[in-house]
């Protein structure tokens, strides 16, 4: 009998990769590339379509090779395809891309944002949405483009997202998932595209941009013949549109079946903390007017979360400024080391001596608050203060921030389940749990996002009856026991927490103003 294996490909912001799964979620094989994208001056993010195919279809032909060497018996019966979020990817009536693809480290619609909320249309949009505007998404992002790349929209016949244009590429069918195109021009309680929100951000003329929107647990599409020779994969395999990484990722951390009342917080180059609201009667959209509400891939779910424009991103400018000393004394040191030495010395360092707010993002913050200006800041420095200390800071704002997002959610739910590229960071786990004040448990399964459009391939298929089943297989049992918070640690960060918050939003009157002075002396 021929083993059932599934295959995922996550196109994610660092990294393009291929996992191949067996049917009960055990991973067999993976293939990657880095993902390489351009940042410019004006603060825009692009990156090539058709070179981000090139290296799905490599990183796919990599892994099917693999699992022809290695499991000489096995069936590959499945392609689920995720991906990075937000961003806008224009292509033409015969599918050719319309200039590069956005991203949503784009910041060149801040001022469309700045301007829709000003007008009340950002509140009316949330209304409907229950997600926030911000330059990153592609309901910004057209309008920027409306007014100032026109050309552009009078050439595009489709906008999507760099999951869906890889989706349209494999299958030759232009769609979204409900969760993309509902947090951008739908309705999060019906799941189907809503025309005053498009009339509210004044695109109601290219309505004919937006797909239709498919969930993948319920419809597939076979692989081209062309796409199929470019990936070493057998034409009309069954090919899954996924929901957003982050969802995806989410599913394959235990957001769902493996326990009632579970957080998700992934940890990577920008933080995301989620939850589950298991009916859409009790959402309760943030009253600031900012995070996302998306449909989860379970019928009648839906997730709340909100995101950090940067997480371990400002670990790594820590790490950039510590290699950057190494190299002043003529020693080049990796960067792991570097890495784990910063994790060490933030555990051994005592808390508090330094608050930092961990918006060290050029694109400012986007939860729980917007500002495009927003930037990171050190508070408290005196001549006492170290490296560890500097490191314990970051880490600790980093857990300051997710408080901050799960309380405007609703606050951290029982259970947090950490994942991303720090999740085996003992510093990040440890001040998880002593900030929020809750277990925090670590998914074993290391490629939660490939992990989470697999299980979608899986109900699909009907390899288990519903999501529930398949996550009882694939996800409990690869939780990790779980890391109680340290009881006088808590006591600590629930002193320091609120002085956090006041400070930022102190200082945030000012960012406009220190942004304005840094470009008009920086060239």
Wanted: with cysteine.
């Amino acid at each position: 009998m021929s083993q059932k294996i599934l295959l995922a490909l996550d196109s994610g912001t660092s990294v393009v990769k291929a996992v191949a799964f067996s049917a009960d979620g055990a991973m067999l094989a993976t293939a990657s590339r880095p993902n390489r994208y351009r940042i410019l001056p004006d603060g825009g993010a692009e990156q090539d379509m058709r070179r981000t195919f090139d290296d799905a279809a490599a990183v796919l032909a990599d892994l099917s090779a693999q699992i022809a060497a290695a499991y000489p018996r096995g069936e590959i019966v499945a392609l689920g395809v995720t991906g990075q979020g937000d961003g806008t990817w224009l292509i033409d009536a015969d599918g050719e891309p319309v200039g590069d693809g956005w991203l949503w480290l784009d910041a060149r619609a801040a001022g469309i944002v700045e301007e829709l909320k000003a007008s009340g249309a950002a509140r009316e949009t949330f209304a409907w949405t229950g997600t926030g505007l911000t330059a990153c998404s592609s309901n910004a992002q057209l309008r920027w483009m409306r007014e100032h790349r026109p050309e552009a929209l009078a050439r595009a016949a489709t906008a999507l997202h760099p999951k869906d244009y890889l989706y349209f590429r494999l299958t030759g069918i232009r769609a979204t998932s409900p969760c993309e195109g509902n947090f951008t021009f739908g309705d999060y309680r019906t799941r189907q595209y809503r025309p005053e929100v498009l009339e509210a951000v004044g695109l109601g003329a290219y309505r004919h941009l937006l797909p239709p929107m498919l969930d993948g647990t319920l419809a597939s599409h076979p692989l081209s013949a062309a796409a199929a020779a470019r990936a070493g994969l057998r034409a009309g395999l069954p090919v899954v549109l996924g929901y957003v990484d982050v969802l995806c990722t989410a599913l394959g951390a235990g957001l769902y079946g493996a326990g009632a009342d579970a957080g998700v917080s992934v940890v990577g180059s920008t933080g995301m903390h989620i939850r589950l609201v298991p009916s859409v009667a009790d959402v309760a959209p943030s009253p600031l007017g900012t995070g996302y509400c998306m449909p989860f891939m379970v019928p009648g779910h839906t997730i709340q979360a909100q995101t950090n424009m940067a997480a371990t991103l400002n670990i790594d400018w820590l790490a950039d400024i510590v290699a950057d000393a190494a190299a002043l004394g003529g020693q080049t040191v990796p960067r792991e080391t570097i890495l784990r030495a910063l994790g060490e010395m933030a555990l051994s360092a005592q808390p508090g001596a330094a608050i930092f707010h961990p918006f060290i993002s050029t694109a400012g913050e986007r939860g729980p608050f917007t500002d495009a200006n927003a930037r990171a800041s050190l508070i408290g420095l005196d001549q006492t203060v170290r490296l560890p200390d500097l490191a314990r800071a970051v880490f600790e704002g980093l857990s300051f921030a997710a408080r901050d997002c799960y309380g405007a959610i609703g606050g951290a739910p029982a259970d947090i389940r950490v994942t991303g590229g720090a999740a085996r960071s003992p510093a990040i786990r440890a001040l998880l749990a002593a900030v929020l004040n809750r277990p925090v448990r670590v998914a074993a399964q290391p490629e939660a996002g490939a992990a989470g459009v697999a299980m979608m391939a899986c109900v699909r298929l009907g390899l288990f009856p519903d999501m529930a089943a398949c996550a009882g297989t694939w996800v409990a049992p690869r939780l990790e026991a779980p890391l109680w918070p340290d009881a006088a640690l808590v006591a600590a960060y629930e002193k320091l927490f609120p002085l956090y918050r006041d400070t930022y939003a102190a200082l945030s009157p000012h960012w406009r103003s220190l942004r304005a002075a840094k470009e008009k002396h920086v060239p």
